[in-house]
């Protein structure tokens, strides 16, 4: 389960994550205002994203990031992912240490979290009104 708001920019780059290793999950939107979803049971966290992973409830993009890549389930997938992509090719079939460790993919999450997110929702957003 993956609690988010449809135009949050820090659920959608879990979404992207989710949708790249083709994993199914129950989508809980979350009131804004209210937050009612999260109330009986997220403790003092009242922000979103927020998933449960194997049962344990997991906060915040880079936290639900890194536990889906050290699920075996996520790692076996995108492992095959890699190698069939890599057969039609003459690269190397990258691991997911590799993937994990590798100075692009931080440099992307870090662009992704700290850059790109605070840009895009004053841009969803046609007017100041509507951000809140």
């Not at 049971?41 to 936290?63: H, L, M, R, T």
């Not at 992704?112 to 009104?129: R, S």
């Given at each position: 389960?993956?609690?988010?708001?449809?135009?949050?920019?820090?659920?959608?780059?879990?979404?992207?994550?989710?949708?790249?290793?083709?994993?199914?999950?129950?989508?809980?939107?979350?009131?804004?205002?209210?937050k009612?979803?999260?109330?009986?049971?997220?403790?003092?966290?009242?922000?979103?994203?927020?998933?449960?992973?194997?049962?344990?409830?997991?906060?915040?993009?880079?936290?639900?990031?890194?536990?889906?890549?050290?699920?075996?389930?996520?790692?076996?997938?995108?492992?095959?992912?890699?190698?069939?992509?890599?057969?039609?090719?003459?690269?190397?079939?990258?691991?997911?240490?590799?993937?994990?460790?590798s100075?692009?993919?931080?440099?992307?999450?870090?662009?992704?979290?700290?850059?790109?997110?605070?840009?895009?929702?004053?841009?969803?957003?046609?007017?100041?009104?509507?951000?809140?």
């Amino acid at each position: 389960r993956r609690y988010q708001y449809h135009i949050c920019p820090f659920c959608n780059i879990t979404k992207s994550v989710l949708s790249y290793a083709k994993l199914d999950y129950e989508r809980v939107e979350v009131n804004p205002l209210t937050k009612q979803e999260l109330k009986p049971w997220s403790g003092d966290y009242k922000k979103v994203p927020i998933a449960v992973i194997d049962e344990e409830q997991v906060n915040g993009s880079e936290q639900i990031i890194d536990a889906l890549l050290n699920t075996e389930h996520v790692q076996q997938y995108l492992q095959s992912r890699w190698n069939d992509e890599t057969e039609t090719s003459d690269k190397d079939v990258m691991t997911m240490q590799q993937f994990q460790n590798s100075e692009n993919s931080q440099k992307w999450m870090r662009y992704a979290v700290d850059d790109l997110a605070a840009l895009l929702y004053p841009n969803i957003c046609g007017t100041l009104g509507d951000s809140y």
